[in-house]
């Protein structure tokens, strides 16, 4: 049940005030009441009414005054207003128009026409006062949208980033999972793969830039699907390298095989790539290394510039087995020979002198997996 209404008697004649509020009260309305233009003013700021009886002459200000004041404030311009007047209505009318008035009423009072004018003006309040519920609420919503749209917008941007580093599926469930604590550096197993192209120095030495860059941009694109397609991380293109993990941010069953999967794939993609460039006498061959181990993972860099990365021996074990193989071959270590079981097809070689590796390291060239999949 909603309220009832508030009505504000406006008259410095005291009878005046009192009658009107005793019509208005026995009609089951609120009545709030003042004696001059001043304390009509602050009666407005406190009461809230819905409604304003308004005698025209008051001393000090007049009804006129007290209606031009509230009709240039925005929060009671709309505030329904009868002047009530023992003059000439005819006379008064176009003054009262002028000052921003809604009705009249001529003393002494009607009370019939009293009650009509009130309510005809309430039913006009009540409207106004839902268009600007629904206004405020509307208002509210785009505000709401806004941000949602701001919030999306941020998440794509987010998403385009992460995307320059993660597999899409990756990328979706990090923003969903809130990036912050998955790029955070951690510890992890992962299986790291190396790939390096074969006479690259060579060929970048005997042709022009834009033929490097279009043999690079073929390059990474081919590479780029097959990667995507088994959910690596790229960790970074650097020149004709491509340095992919598996097993973070997310774990992932059986890294090694998949990285092996992956490699595997990659020479079977790379075949078509230098049969075309033989043809135009460019001598380019694609070499990997697989190591498999301990990691530390996260977001590396400075504000500006981030890479999600990995830090660790098994990243110079898997570059430096990729160093060792020929073209063609796809070289792993022995963490990684053990997970891919007996169904694969393996042939040891070395064991290797590696670069900043003490001892001789045990390797072996990866010929195919149990599932068919091979070099």
């Known amino acids: 049940m909603s ?41 407005v700021a406190s009461d ?31 505030l329904p207003i009868v002047l009530v007047t023992s003059l000439d209505p005819n006379q008064e009318r176009i003054k009262g128009i002028e000052a921003g008035a809604d009705d009249f009423l001529s003393k002494p009072i009607n009370q019939p026409e009293l009650f009509a004018r009130v309510r005809s003006l309430l039913r006009v309040k009540s409207l106004q006062d839902e268009v600007r519920r629904q206004a405020d609420a509307l208002k509210e919503w785009n505000t709401k949208l806004e941000e949602r749209v701001a919030d999306q917008v941020t998440q794509l941007a987010r998403l385009g980033q992460l995307k320059r580093f993660f597999s899409p599926q990756i990328a979706d469930a990090i923003i969903a999972a809130g990036e912050s604590s998955i790029l955070a550096p951690h510890r992890r197993e992962i299986c790291y793969v190396f790939t390096d192209l074969r006479g690259f120095t060579a060929f970048t030495d005997a042709v022009e830039p834009e033929e490097v860059q279009a043999v690079l941009h073929d390059y990474h ?7 995507t ?65 301990f990691a530390t993972l996260g977001a590396f860099g400075f504000e500006g510039r981030w890479d999600y990365s990995a830090i660790g021996g098994v990243v110079n074990l898997a570059a430096r087995l990729c160093s060792e193989a020929r073209g063609g071959q796809v070289l792993i270590d022995r963490r990684t020979r053990a997970g891919l079981g007996d169904g694969a097809e393996v042939k040891p070689v070395g064991p290797l002198t590696l670069k900043g590796y003490a001892q001789p390291v045990t390797a072996f060239e990866l010929m195919r997996l149990g599932d068919g999949s091979s070099a």
């Open 221 to 227: 694109a081919t590479m780029g699907e097959v990667i």
């Open 48 to 78: 809230k009414p819905d409604l304003i009886l308004l005698d025209i002459m008051m001393p000090g200000l007049s009804g006129y005054d007290v209606c031009r004041r509230l009709r240039a404030d925005a929060e009671t311009a709309l």
């Open 229 to 293: 397609g088994h959910e690596g991380t790229v960790d970074r293109f650097a020149g004709d390298g491509i340095l992919i993990f598996f097993n973070d941010p997310f774990p992932v069953t059986e890294p090694g095989k998949r990285a092996a999967t992956m490699a595997l794939a990659m020479q079977a993609r790379f075949a078509p790539m230098r049969a075309r460039w033989t043809k135009l006498g460019h001598d380019l061959d694609l070499g990997i290394g697989i190591a498999q181990g």
């Open 3 to 43: 309220a009832p209404a508030k009505v504000l008697v406006v008259d410095d004649t005291p009878h005046n005030v009192k009658l009107l509020a005793d019509l208005l009260a026995v009609k089951g309305y609120v009545v709030a009441t003042a004696v001059d233009g001043a304390q009509a003013l602050a009666s």
